[in-house]
């Protein structure tokens, strides 16, 4: 009777030289920002190598209790224990591009504008009139903290700017490292 053990041991070497080759997993930053139920949340993604049929996504989620001026990690994304709507894609939905509005949830006539490669706009009369508030080359989501007012939006890579209620802007880090 012939010996398996060499087949499996050269589909084993084979196997692994295909992973070391493999390039690094990539962090595309954050991708998106959840709705604060109970905690607001960015969201980053990481991008595995394509070698088995195109490219994998992990989700890291990092937890605000400030408004999103300091960030804490939070772990890794659970398909199990997400609350959202899609529990393969916790950024269904919550990603834009072009052109878009947000209106304050606080009894406000407040509404953003959010012009790509443009900036961030304000009204503060229910979208009559806008006024530049930010320069931003893109804005990929945005959430108003109830707990603080705090605008916050993900701005590419691994930092959200932040629009506290008295009109000042500060960038955040997210998360260190990555693009």
Excluded at 6 to 14: E, G, I, N, Q, R
Excluded at 29 to 55: K, M, R
Aim: aromatic share 8%; glycine share 12%.
């Amino acid at each position: 009777m012939p010996c398996r053990a060499p087949t499996l041991a050269v589909l084993a070497l084979a196997c692994g030289a295909i992973l070391a080759d493999s390039p690094a997993p990539r962090n595309r930053g954050v991708v998106c920002l959840s709705e604060p139920a109970p905690t607001l949340v960015a969201i980053t993604q990481w991008q595995y190598g394509e070698d088995f049929g195109g490219p994998s996504y992990r989700y890291n989620l990092y937890a605000t209790h400030d408004g999103g001026l300091t960030w804490s990690d939070a772990g890794a994304f659970d398909p199990a224990t997400w609350s959202g709507p899609d529990k393969k894609d916790p950024c269904a939905g919550r990603t834009h591009a072009g052109t878009w509005t947000l209106s304050n949830p606080q009894p406000s006539a407040e509404r953003y504008l959010f012009l790509s490669g443009d900036g961030i706009f304000i009204s503060d009369d229910g979208g009559q009139t806008y006024r530049r508030e930010a320069t931003a080359e893109r804005v990929i989501d945005a959430v108003q903290d109830p707990a603080t007012g705090n605008l916050i939006a993900a701005i590419g890579g691994n930092q959200v700017l932040v629009r506290t209620p008295d009109g000042k802007w500060q960038t955040a880090l997210v998360v260190a490292g990555g693009n």
